[in-house]
């Protein structure tokens, strides 16, 4: 189930973010732009009764949507999408590499040239990050990203600039908590963003233009399970 609401949504289970300037029919699959109280997106076309949507992100042109679908157990991921053909949206399907992986939390480059993601069982980890390259049919076949990205550690949903940094988060070692933001240029180094993390868990890293959003944990969840809400 994806919920959505006016300029930002952050929890734990999804994040994303409207684009401004374009018509409600392409952002809003054809609803009311919503106020301050969150509420069913798309329901029975993105959100079903029969499975979780999460982590979604829009192209940079805002005609194809790209959301992470999982059951019940969270046992199993996969990328869906639907694209906008000028006049209605695709009928929503899985992407091609989800038949041969696990993947969630997709984000778009800029350009609109790549797709990023994460792959792993969600219960065991450990992720890795991953990326697709756009080719005149659809989506080519997927990528590892490179050893300095994946340095051995759980890293997982990442979320691109325009000039192609990436902010991860990363249980690798030397940070502040369990997970951490880090922050990396194309084939350069990851940098701990030491002023934005803490002890707590720090992840869903969402770039918009010149600002960064992101989810930090410290006990919700275990007192979200107390209250037999999550």
């Known amino acids: 189930m994806l919920l959505y609401m006016k300029n930002a949504f952050l929890l734990a289970v999804t994040a994303f973010m409207v684009l401004p300037g374009l018509s409600q029919s392409l952002t809003y699959f054809g609803q009311q732009p919503p106020g301050d109280t969150p509420r069913l997106f798309a329901p029975g076309f993105i959100s079903k009764a029969d499975r ?3 982590m979604a992100a829009y192209a940079p042109d805002a005609k194809e949507f790209c959301f992470t679908v999982t059951n019940e157990h969270w046992s199993h991921f996969e990328i869906w999408h639907t694209l906008f053909d000028g006049s209605a949206w695709t009928e929503p399907r899985r992407m091609p590499f989800s038949d041969t992986m696990q ?10 040239g790549r797709l990023f993601f994460s792959s792993a069982n969600w219960v065991t980890h450990p992720a890795t990050i991953w990326y697709s390259n756009r080719l005149p049919g659809g989506w080519g ?5 490179d ?3 994946n340095a051995g550690a759980d ?3 990442c979320t691109v600039a325009r000039d192609g940094t990436l ?3 990363s249980k690798r070692q030397g940070g502040k908590g369990e997970y951490d933001l880090y922050m990396t240029e194309p084939g350069g180094e990851p940098m701990n963003l030491a002023e934005l993390n803490s002890p707590a868990d720090e992840y869903s890293a969402l770039n918009k233009w010149s600002d960064i959003y992101w989810v930090r944990i410290d006990g919700i969840i275990k007192r979200l399970r107390k209250q037999a809400l999550f």
Request: glycine share 4%.
């Open 103 to 112: 993947c969630f939390g997709p984000a778009f480059t800029a350009d609109n």
């Open 147 to 149: 050893s300095l990205l």
């Open 167 to 169: 902010v991860f988060a």
């Open 141 to 145: 076949i997927p990528v590892k990203a």
């Open 155 to 157: 890293q997982w949903q």
């Open 52 to 54: 979780y949507e999460l």
